[in-house]
T-cell receptor
């Protein structure tokens, strides 16, 4: 069964460092998302991406964050100058349609710990 | 933006009993309401969904109900089994993105 894969599964970084989280969405999917989940809290939308550009982003997704689809398979989330409060589980998701037209398939997440 | 509230935050039931999780949403434009199950160390997985033109949907032991007027929807799991133990998230969407509730940790006691 096709699945969304994410790397790394866990990354520890020092405050102020840059981090890149990688995702390989399901191959025939067209919409890509990043969500984050701070420990014990709800899953929060960060950004959606379609047709090689951001289609929507939340207030959380400020200039510190960027996304890229550098080739036909990878979808990356870059966090510049990480802060302590960036510590969270980051989930990538992909779908054939938008939020209310296609099921979102989530990866297993990348746990980011900022020290 | 959409705000989804979910209750309870934790729920323990005896194996074989039913479990009910309730959610409310704020945006009347929302028209799609999925439920996700998150097992330890994994990403959320869709288990059932309902659209605003339907009041109830059932899939084996799982059912969802939707009350558009009151803006609330519920997940019902009957004949619970230990493997139902997980965190369950409700979500709402009007077009592009999903807005999640805070999650319910369900524990089924054998």
């Amino acid at each position: 069964e096709p699945e969304v894969t994410q790397t790394p599964s866990h990354q520890v970084t020092q405050m102020g460092q840059e981090v890149i989280l990688r995702c390989v969405p399901i191959s025939n999917h067209l919409y890509f998302y990043w969500y984050r989940q701070i420990l014990g809290q709800k899953v929060e939308f960060l950004v959606s991406f379609y047709n090689n550009e951001i289609s929507e982003k939340s207030e959380i997704f400020d200039d510190q964050f960027s996304v890229e689809r550098p080739d036909g398979s990878n979808f990356t989330l870059k966090i510049r100058s990480t802060k302590l409060e960036d510590s969270a589980m980051y989930f990538c998701a992909s779908s054939t349609g938008t939020g209310n037209t296609g099921e979102l398939f989530f990866g297993e997440g990348s746990r980011l710990t900022v020290l | 933006g959409e705000n989804v509230e979910q209750h309870p935050s934790t729920l323990s039931v005896q194996e074989g009993d039913s479990a009910v999780i309730k959610c409310t949403y704020s945006d009347s434009a929302s028209n799609y309401f999925p439920w996700y199950k998150q097992e330890l160390g994994k990403g959320p997985q869709l288990i059932i969904d309902i659209r605003s033109n339907v009041g109830e949907k059932k899939d084996q032991r799982i059912a969802v109900t939707l009350n558009k007027t009151a803006k609330h929807f519920s997940l019902h799991i009957t004949e619970t089994q230990p493997e139902d133990s997980a965190v369950y998230f409700c979500a709402a969407s009007d077009k592009d993105n999903l807005f999640f509730g805070t999650g319910t940790r369900l524990t089924v006691i054998p």
